[in-house]
């Protein structure tokens, strides 16, 4: 009997157990609760110092720990591109000049409508007078019932766009320094997209990249730019919103030269022409760069549909920062192709990038060739 009882002790206490086992598992599920960065757990990253480095996904508010990285496009499928868009934006400049050019009488009515149709195409008066000489030279030399307008026309205006014109982006720096490229323009240009597709460009290249976040002001812009980073890999350095712009580019050129980078880009805030305390500010932003590494390229960004007030901003910003290349937005969407010709004659620089649409890799290298073969169609 005694035997018994004990067995029937040892029967309960293992019940028991069980019990009790399976209550604490009940009662500690339910009480479990997911952890949500950003909501009092151990998980939040330390608020940033005074200028930080954080991962674009963190900059642009992405909790994710994994992130499929971009394959940007080579500079090959860029240019075919840019023809195939530039052949419907701007085709009916080469087709309206070659109805002209190809009536049977040159009158003088002719040749004023050919003026017209340039200038309305924002070439400028001085490029539009130049090219109009020069056809009319030509086309009383070389005219005949053989000669082939659209071989002239197209040899004249490769020669205004100025083929000769160094378009490399100086994106190398010396003495194991980074390149340094600063980015100016004013608002609603497309700068900061810009920046983030240059990105694109040099990661398709196999180059490495820091973004420099210097558009203080613009809290958009930041995380504009962190999510351009984040999508191909590249770091952003940024500061609080509101701080100073020197000091954010100063920090990402530091960082760039001590982590040795290829190149290190600097988006800047959009600067109004008109507004002189702003464009001090933009050239003190250089002058402190250049404590730590020469700036080897600051490329101007116009839009092309703004015309010959792109102009006025070209002249301004070329006065206050020594502009070494243009980046035209939103050719594809503009008749207006002169301004490629205009803008060169008047800052002395050559168009470098030209963007092409929305997509992220509609950015492509400036090619004088590619660019008067899209005008005339072929």
């Known amino acids: 009997m005694d035997f018994l009882g004990d067995w029937l002790y040892l029967i309960i206490g293992i019940a028991v157990v069980g019990v009790l086992t399976l209550v604490g598992l009940l009662s500690g599920r339910r009480g479990k609760r997911p952890v949500t960065p950003g909501a009092g757990s151990d998980l939040i990253s330390p608020p940033p110092t005074e200028?930080?480095?954080?991962?674009?996904?963190?900059?642009?508010?992405?909790?994710?720990?994994?992130?499929?990285?971009?394959?940007?496009?080579?500079?090959?499928?860029?240019?075919?591109?840019?023809?195939?868009?530039?052949?419907?934006?701007?085709?009916?400049?080469?087709?309206?000049?070659?109805?002209?050019?190809?009536?049977?009488?040159?009158?003088?009515?002719?040749?004023?409508?050919?003026?017209?149709?340039?200038?309305?195409?924002?070439?400028?008066?001085?490029?539009?007078?130049?090219?109009?000489?020069?056809?009319?030279?030509?086309?009383?030399?070389?005219?005949?019932?053989?000669?082939?307008?659209?071989?002239?026309?197209?040899?004249?205006?490769?020669?205004?766009?100025?083929?000769?014109?160094?378009?490399?982006?100086?994106?190398?720096?010396?003495?194991?320094?980074?390149?340094?490229?600063?980015?100016?323009?004013?608002?609603?240009?497309?700068?900061?997209?810009?920046?983030?597709?240059?990105?694109?460009?040099?990661?398709?290249?196999?180059?490495?990249?820091?973004?420099?976040?210097?558009?203080?002001?613009?809290?958009?812009?930041?995380?504009?730019l962190a999510t351009w980073g984040e999508r191909v890999g590249v770091e952003v350095v940024r500061g609080p919103e509101g701080s100073d712009p020197a000091s954010v580019a100063f920090e990402a050129v530091r960082q760039g030269v001590e982590q040795g980078v290829d190149t290190v880009l600097i988006d800047t805030a959009g600067r109004l022409q008109n507004k002189a305390g702003l464009m001090d500010e933009l050239g003190k932003v250089k002058r402190v760069i250049e404590k730590q590494a020469p700036v080897t390229e600051v490329l101007l960004v116009l839009d092309a549909t703004t015309g010959q007030n792109g102009m006025i901003q070209a002249r301004v910003f070329s006065e206050i920062v020594d502009v070494t290349g243009i980046v035209l937005t939103k050719l594809d969407g503009s008749a207006k192709g002169g301004i490629v010709v205009a803008v060169q004659r008047e800052l002395g620089v050559p168009v470098k990038l030209v963007g092409l649409g929305e997509g992220a890799d509609d950015l492509a290298p400036f090619d004088a060739a590619a660019f008067v073969d899209a005008l005339l169609g072929g």
Request: no cysteine.
């Open 51 to 224: 200028v930080d480095v954080e991962s674009p996904g963190e900059a642009a508010g992405d909790a994710s720990a994994t992130h499929t990285l971009d394959r940007p496009e080579g500079t090959a499928s860029r240019i075919v591109r840019l023809r195939q868009r530039l052949a419907g934006s701007q085709g009916t400049l080469g087709r309206g000049l070659l109805a002209l050019l190809s009536r049977d009488r040159l009158d003088e009515d002719t040749w004023e409508s050919i003026e017209d149709t340039l200038l309305t195409a924002d070439i400028g008066v001085a490029p539009t007078t130049q090219l109009v000489e020069r056809l009319r030279s030509r086309l009383r030399v070389e005219g005949g019932p053989d000669h082939d307008v659209r071989a002239v026309l197209r040899e004249e205006l490769i020669a205004l766009v100025d083929p000769d014109m160094d378009r490399r982006l100086q994106v190398s720096g010396a003495d194991g320094k980074p390149g340094v490229v600063l980015v100016v323009g004013v608002n609603g240009a497309g700068k900061t997209t810009t920046v983030g597709k240059i990105a694109r460009i040099l990661v398709a290249e196999d180059r490495t990249v820091t973004l420099g976040a210097a558009d203080t002001f613009r809290a958009a812009a930041v995380d504009q």
